[in-house]
C-alpha cells in the first residue's frame, strides 16, 4: 500500500454489497477499492468545476411526448439557447416516451441552468447533465 493511502472500513447490508460486487465484476474492477475511488472521483466532480470554466457535457432526458405543450418547449430552448446546444439526439422509446441526448458547451454556470431548465419542465420524467469534458480555466 501506497504511503499517501489510507485503509477505511465501509459497513453495508448484505444484499446491497452483492449488488456492488456484481456491478463491479460486470464493469471490469479489480477490486471494491477501485470502484470506490471511482465513484468518489465521480462525485466530487461537478463540485470542482468552477461557474466560470469552459465544459462540455451531455444532458439526457426522458420524457412523454404526449406530455402537453413539452416538445414544443423543447425546441423553443434548443433554439433560445443554440450557442450552447450544439447536437442532439432523439429516439423513440415507445408509443409516447421519447429519449434525448442534448449536448452542451460553454461555460459551467450557464450549462446546468440550461440543463436544470430542461430538467424541470412538466413532462420530463429524469434527467441528468454529465460533464465529460472539462476546459482550461
Known amino acids: 500500500m501506497a504511503k499517501d493511502t489510507k485503509r477505511f472500513g465501509v459497513s453495508l447490508p448484505k444484499g446491497l454489497l452483492k ?8 464493469e471490469g474492477y479489480n477490486n471494491r477499492s477501485e470502484a470506490i475511488r471511482d465513484l468518489i472521483r ?4 461537478e463540485d ?5 470554466q469552459e ?16 416538445s414544443h418547449q423543447l425546441e423553443s430552448i434548443q433554439h433560445e439557447y443554440y450557442q ?3 447536437s442532439k ?3 423513440h422509446l415507445d408509443q409516447t416516451h421519447c429519449l434525448e441526448v442534448i449536448v452542451l458547451k460553454g461555460k459551467s454556470k450557464k450549462v446546468k441552468a440550461i440543463a436544470k431548465k430542461i430538467i424541470t419542465l412538466r413532462g420530463v420524467k429524469h434527467g441528468k447533465l454529465t460533464f465529460s469534458y472539462s476546459g482550461h480555466k
Open 19 to 26: 449488488k456492488f460486487d456484481k456491478k463491479i465484476q460486470n
Open 42 to 45: 465521480d462525485s466530487f466532480l
Open 48 to 52: 470542482k468545476i468552477a461557474d466560470d
Open 55 to 70: 465544459v462540455a457535457g451531455t444532458l439526457t432526458i426522458i420524457f412523454d411526448h404526449d406530455s402537453g405543450e413539452l
Open 84 to 86: 450552447k446546444i450544439i
Open 89 to 91: 439526439l432523439h429516439i
